[in-house]
């Protein structure tokens, strides 16, 4: 695969995303955005990256109170003045346009963020959504964050919830559903290494076709 290409990632808490989708981006010896998005953001706007922290995956909701109603001491310096308060959706946009730019100078692979749809005409994208049993999220979760099942339980069903809303109020499409990606996997079936060489073959296939 010569031609640039981007692989995109929707996942459930505690499906193993992240994981998959690190080694599935070191087999294919390609970029791999998460959380790494948020310090790029910032960098790209000048704009100080708590801004990006506090709305990441989170839907809009108009102008932010709190932290977002704060002015300049918050915004780096030389950073052009983007507006005394930033809603969420000024904040997506900025990192559309990062999401777009990485896209455009080289292969990648990036986790959550709408990346899907913000790449939408690009024909060289393959969109997966990973999910899991519940039984494996609720370990995974326990395990990572040191809290107890019920805690686990409660987490879980709070960020599905967010990063749907996110998802459906900037894409128009439904997360989580199949007709909204290329593939949709269960971790728990395969594993994690079954699960990253199942989409490695995909994503070759579908890139070749």
Request: aromatic letters at 10%; glycine letters at 8%; a neutral charge.
């Amino acid at each position: 695969m010569n031609e640039k290409f981007v692989i995109n990632i929707g996942r459930q808490l505690g499906s193993g995303g992240r994981e998959i989708g690190e080694k599935l981006a070191t087999e294919l010896n390609i970029s791999y955005y998460d959380k790494e998005l948020i310090e790029l953001a910032s960098q790209e706007s000048g704009l100080c990256k708590e801004f990006f922290e506090k709305a990441d995956e989170k839907a809009s909701q108009g102008l932010i109170g709190g932290l977002f109603g704060m002015r300049f001491p918050f915004v780096t310096e030389g950073a052009m003045p983007y507006s005394n308060c930033l809603s969420n959706d000024a904040l997506f946009k900025i990192q559309s346009d990062v999401i777009r730019k990485l896209a455009e100078e080289k292969s990648c692979l990036f986790v959550g963020r709408c990346a899907d749809y913000i790449l939408r005409d690009n024909p060289r994208c393959v969109n997966v959504f990973i999910s899991a049993s519940l039984e494996d999220r609720i370990e995974r979760v326990m395990s990572r964050r040191h809290i107890t099942r019920e805690d686990a339980e409660a987490l879980i069903e709070k960020v599905d919830k967010k990063r749907a809303s996110y998802y459906n109020y900037y894409s128009y499409n439904t997360w989580g559903a199949a007709a909204t990606y290329h593939l949709c996997i269960d971790s728990s079936v395969l594993g994690v290494e079954g699960t990253v060489e199942f989409i490695k073959s995909f994503a070759i296939q579908r890139l070749r076709s």
